[in-house]
């Protein structure tokens, strides 16, 4: 049983372009969450996803940031026009029942 | 304030006992965890304990909850020098969307 899977493990992207980050969750997993780590801070709560629904982003800022969870494939972390203050790392997290486990994350930087 | 609040660093010495503590504020929370993250790696989640014990233990690893304080803490036993990494405790609420709210972490350092 794969754990969470998140890809790509490091993405560059220049000022202003998109960047899109992947997630597949645990198998049986329905509950995906996004989170950002900036440096020397602790994890900040982005979304919150079931399939197809978008249950909680209310740490998601209103502007560029984007997320989806579609009936198949992963779920998608989407930025768009990208700014020096985005570079972070992104952690995805599946839970089914008890305990939310994490991927090994995407970190961005922004050049 | 912060929901989770931890202390930011313990430095122990090898072989000693490692007590990390921590505090939250919603009573309602269900679910409390530990996850250890190692440099440049994700999260790896340690344990769990529901808001209903007091106790759970697993190997070296024993966490003691205290609801009536609303204290969580997390002791390593015989702390080697491959428990050095920084650990966040998280809770989560029932009847919400179970989405955990962390801690900013306490960065465990582990000396010879």
């Known amino acids: 049983n794969a754990g969470v899977m998140q890809n790509p493990r490091h993405l560059v992207r220049r000022r202003g372009q998109e960047a899109r980050l992947r997630c597949s969750p645990m198998k049986g997993h329905s509950h995906v969450y996004w989170y950002r780590q900036l440096p020397e801070e602790g994890l900040k709560f982005m979304v919150y996803l079931q399939k197809e629904n978008i249950i909680d982003e209310s740490g998601m800022p209103k502007e560029r940031f984007s997320a989806e969870f579609p009936k198949e494939g992963p779920s998608i972390l989407r930025i768009q026009q990208v700014v020096r203050g985005d570079s972070a790392a992104y952690f995805c997290?599946?839970?089914?029942?008890?305990?939310?486990?994490f991927g090994q994350g995407t970190r961005l930087t922004v050049v | 304030g912060e929901d989770v609040e931890q202390s930011l660093f313990l430095s122990v010495r090898e072989g000693d006992s490692s007590v990390i503590n921590c505090t939250y504020t919603d009573s309602s929370s269900t679910y409390l965890y530990w996850y250890k993250q190692e440099p440049g790696a994700g999260l790896q989640l340690l344990t769990y304990?529901?808001?209903?014990?007091d106790m759970k233990q697993d190997q070296r690893l024993t966490v003691l909850l205290n609801k009536k304080d609303k204290h969580l803490s997390l002791r390593i036993a015989d702390t080697q020098t491959g428990d050095s990494a920084i650990y966040f405790c998280a809770e989560s609420i029932e009847g919400g969307s179970y989405i955990p709210t962390f801690g900013r972490g306490t960065s465990l350092i582990v000396h010879p």
């Open positions: 304990i529901f808001s209903n014990m």
């Open positions: 997290a599946s839970s089914g029942t008890g305990g939310a486990f």
